[in-house]
């Protein structure tokens, strides 16, 4: 073993019971048997039916040709031969399919370029007793998986897996925690009894190549079928006995893949149990967190590089750029950083999910988190930390890095040659994007991502005298400034029950407050959720007005006090403005949406452009009326407002005899988009500039203004 660098020592004492697959795997797996022995006797059915249609149709294509030969009889004779090998072909053809990993965003890493790599991943397979990789790979993401290219044969055959390494991940982790996500991929193959999980993966791949993967096997019907007339109508017949055979397997599909994910689960804590035997049970636990956090960051890093596309901005290297985004996330959510990471915990996160339903998935593929969690501390199994950044494995970190950012640009397209933002540049620069979304701290995120709900001005003003004095922190309390949220997420969990009702979950009971309901009474859950809704949203609407009044109060003049009322009505006008232009949008859209799914005749397609023509009218109306506005145009780039107003001055014919005019449509789609974005981006600017002047109104505020232009 390379002694270069440290290697997390495997916890002493540990007994290898841990990692035997427990009572609940092995009843899974009877479960999973079952299931493959359930669909190898469909198929066979299947397969025995297909073969006696297939000697029947060619037994009577013959016989009919020697009973009366002619062309006639010669047509129908090859008609149904074909019939019958076509429904046969249909059932085999899965066996015929490769799945091969699209490896095009991955850069392969031999040992001679990375030796410490390579022999920290050996000493891992060594104490998983699991095989070395054929090969390994390095990816952006921030994850690590162990996979291989398959095919039916894979079943029966050996197939060496691959190992790719996501550098996201590698930005994310420690050295012992790195080992541990590690452990986890290969403890997946440390067992003989795991295969049964790649054969249930080939058997639903067998079955969505039959339902699904049909693209190559319509073709070739549509080729058959275009030979002659004759053969359009067996190729129709065979059409239809595919139909029913894919009925069949639909219902396999289900019996198969139920108990497989059952399965799924307990490989995966099965796999954890593998980590936590060579690592001990932390690493996993504090990994598992990070990582959610580490990619909620790494999104927001790609979303937000990919919307600077348009302004000719690329990263020269996204990793410490990635690392940047997890000390903001650490500042904004309170976070600790450790040893240069987010030390994410379950409440750390919870948060981002304050759900009072919990229902099980009996579809998931992996266990909760929690659940994860849950089962590495019942084994209880001690750690030796070491903190080192698990980039101390990696020859030329820098220089991977950089190679993989140019790899993710591969894929991009740039209208001039790219500004390059260094870390430096994309901190200020992302420092300011921030402040340009933000709102004023010292709401304490009270107003953040809600619209304001618009009242009776006059009505509140002229109130404002006659009610008690207020004090700020009377109304900004923590239970207040949460009080958005909690509608958020009462709304999110009413839309769940409704979901309930209408079936969309395969389930028969589910969690809420703690209490176990049956699906019966998901209504009465409904019942509670709006009960509770309505109470918090008639609180946060009397909580706005008091707001109001109490810096109505605070105002030390009429013009001040005016200011505040005006900037409360435009806030209020744009809104109202922009839920109207939102459904002249989505009317628009609606009537678009069919051209995007299917084909259409001639004349469906005309009416429905007529439509759209009669409702751009205003549209555009609209638009010209708002390019002239200032508050508008501000929230717009030069290059969106060229578009919108080319996009006015044109008028595109969408649909010629040719057919659709898909530049024609794209334009239109992205003017209406930059339109409805740009109403809304207006009223959070209007509410912004409302909320800052607002908070001036503070006695503690004028002071301080008051002190500056003293000084």
Known sequence: MNSSFPYPPMPPGVDEHVIAPSAAFKKEVVKVAGAIAFFGLVYVTLMAAAVGLAVLCGYAGVALVLLKPGFFTLMLGLGLVGLGLMVLFFL?????????????????????????????????????????????????????????????????????????????????????????????EFGHFSQRSMKLGSYVYNVNKAIHNMLYDNEGYGKTLQKWSEISGYFALFSALTVKIVQG?????????????????????????????????????????????RIEAADICYSQLFNQYNAWLQENLKADNMYPQHREL??????????????????????????????????????????????????????????????????????????????????????ATFEQAPETLN????????????????????????????ILKAFELEVAESLAGVLPNFSFEDLFTEANCKLPEKISQLERDLNTTKQLLQGEHDIKTFDFDGQKFS?????????????ELEEAQAQLDRLDKEVYQFFVQQAASEEQKTALTTAYRHLFAATDAAEEDTKRYQSI????????????????????????????????????????????????????????????EKEQAYFTEAGFDNEAISCLTEAMNIFVNTVWEKCFQLKKEMLAFQITLLPTRQEEQVTRLTV
């Open 326 to 411: 997890m000390h903001r996330f650490s500042t904004d959510f309170n976070i600790p950083m450790a040893h240069g990471l987010l030390q994410v915990n379950a409440q750390s996160l919870a948060r981002f999910s304050q759900s009072r339903l919990v229902i099980k998935d009996q579809w998931a593929s992996h266990p909760s988190t929690d659940d994860r969690e849950a089962h590495l501390l019942t084994l209880n199994i001690p750690t030796v930390l070491i903190h080192d950044s698990a980039w101390v494995l990696f020859q030329d970190a820098e220089g991977l890095q950089q190679q993989m950012t140019n790899k993710i640009y591969d894929r």
């Open 423 to 450: 870390l430096a540049a994309f901190t200020q620069r992302i420092a300011t994007e921030v402040n340009k979304r933000s709102l004023d701290k010292t709401y304490q995120g009270f107003y953040d991502d809600r």
């Open 589 to 648: 859209y609606e009537i678009l949406h069919p051209i995007f799914r299917s084909d259409m005749p001639v004349e469906k397609a005309k009416a429905i452009i007529a439509e759209v023509n009669e409702q751009e009218k205003p549209l555009k109306e609209r638009l010209r009326n708002l390019l002239q506005e200032p508050d508008y145009a501000r929230c717009l780039t030069a290059d969106q407002q060229h578009k919108l107003k080319a996009y006015c």
């Open 245 to 289: 055979i894919q009925w069949v397997l639909q219902k396999a599909y289900v019996v198969i893949n139920k108990p497989y994910m059952s399965l799924s689960r307990q490989m995966e804590f099965h796999a954890d149990s593998v980590a936590a035997f060579v690592t001990g049970s932390e690493p996993l636990i504090s990994s598992l967190r």
């Open 519 to 531: 699906i019966k009474e998901a209504s009465m859950v409904q019942a509670i959720l709006e009960k």
């Open 92 to 184: 085999l053809k899965f066996i015929f399919k490769r799945s091969k990993t699209d490896r095009s965003g991955m850069l392969e890493i031999t040992e001679a370029e990375q030796p410490e790599l390579f022999s920290f991943v050996r000493k891992i397979t060594q104490e998983t007793q699991t095989p070395f990789p054929k090969k390994i790979y390095l990816s952006d993401e921030v994850n690590a998986a162990v996979f291989y290219d398959s095919s039916f044969w894979s079943m029966f055959l050996p197939v060496k897996k691959n190992l790719v390494i996501g550098l996201g991940l590698v930005n994310s982790v420690n050295i012992t925690e790195f080992k541990a996500i590690l452990a986890h």
